[in-house]
């Protein structure tokens, strides 16, 4: 049953390809398999976890409806009109079983517009002489807004977030009760980090932000992890010392996301043309979905 007071997920990284549409997904099934009602909201114009959880046609008809994010951002920010973010969701959008009934995930598609839109949204403002500031503050109402319609519904709210920094995943930072930053344990990933680390969460309150600072500081979760590579082994090594340190600026999971076939597997819709059991679609990630969902609820109540 979903309490009044759901808790918030983003999962965020400036980098590109590290996990964090994967995260979104193991998070979202791990939940609603474990009894929690669950709502995703996809940030990314590439609109990838709106295909993992909808494949095609379905996509395609949810758009034609014009429920997406992207309608929705339109529709406030642009339009000033005031539908609830409840009428843009899709509900029960998932394919995967638990003894013989979908998931509990519902969720608010992105579309391939919602790119353009931010450019939109940016000349507009351009032309009253407000600037990118404006769009974060506007953006942060509307977001905060939605949130406290979805918090009373569901138990979790996920957000899945686009690499690079864009408005919309700057306000879901702040919005959240946890980031979750997949990391891929190589040097360059880590660098990438650090800057992303940096910019959102140091630089905030220097830059006259219209935003709040983000609510914790980012938790970082090894994703993609090769056991056998020297180099993953030690910059795990590394960042687990830097975690631990008394003033530490990041925290970290325990869990380290393998890099498997399973995992790979799971994440592409045309391997499961049929309706899998939550067993069947994570496989030998099974254990890896299960442990994301107990540390999540542990790090979030802790
Ligand atoms: N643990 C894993 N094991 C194997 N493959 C993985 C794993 N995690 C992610 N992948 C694969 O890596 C690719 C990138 O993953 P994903 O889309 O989740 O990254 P992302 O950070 O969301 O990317 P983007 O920045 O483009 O949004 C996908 O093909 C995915 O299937
Ligand atoms: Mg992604």
Redesign the pocket.
């Known amino acids: 049953m979903a309490n009044a007071d759901g808790r918030v997920i983003a ?1 965020a ?1 400036m ?11 193991m998070l979202a099934e791990g939940l609603a398999e474990a009894g929690h009602r669950v709502v995703v909201l996809d940030l ?1 114009a ?1 609109a ?2 709106s295909y993992c959880f909808a494949p095609d046609d379905q996509l395609k008809a949810i758009l034609e409806q014009r429920r997406s994010v992207t309608s929705f951002l339109a529709d406030r920010l642009l339009y000033g009109d005031r539908t609830p973010i409840t009428d843009y969701l899709a509900r029960d959008i998932s394919h995967v079983m638990k003894a013989g009934e979908p998931l509990a995930i519902d969720m608010v598609v992105a579309s391939p517009r919602l790119r353009l839109l931010e450019r939109e949204i940016v000349l507009r403002l351009t032309e009253k002489n407000y600037g990118i500031r404006s769009l974060e503050g506007q953006s942060l109402k509307v977001l905060e807004e939605a949130l406290v319609l979805l918090k009373a519904r569901y138990d979790y709210v996920l957000f ?4 690079g920094i864009s408005a919309f995943t700057e306000v879901a930072i702040r919005l959240a009760d946890m980031v979750v930053v ?1 990391t891929i344990p190589d040097y360059l990933s880590t660098l990438g980090f650090d800057a992303f680390r940096a910019s959102v969460w140091e630089n905030a309150h220097v830059t006259r932000s219209a935003l709040p600072q983000p609510k914790r500081r980012p938790v970082v979760l090894a ?3 090769n056991g056998n590579k020297i180099q993953h082994r030690e910059t795990l090594a590394s960042l687990r010392n830097e975690a631990e340190e008394p003033d530490a600026v990041f925290e970290m999971f325990d869990l380290e ?8 597997r ?3 819709p045309e391997n499961f043309p049929y309706a899998p059991t939550f067993e069947q679609k994570w496989n030998r ?1 099974l254990g ?1 979905v299960r442990d994301l969902v107990t540390e999540t609820r542990r790090r979030l109540d802790g």
Do not use: H
């Not at 980098?15 to 997904?25: H, S």
């Not at 899945?160 to 690499?163: G, M, V």
């Not at 996301?257 to 790979?264: G, K, M, Y």
């Open positions: 999962v990284n980098k590109g390809g590290v996990g964090k549409t994967t995260t979104v997904v990314d590439q990838n976890a899945d977030c686009a690499p997949p994703s993609r992890v996301v393998d890099n498997q076939a399973s995992i790979e799971a994440m592409d990630a890896q």
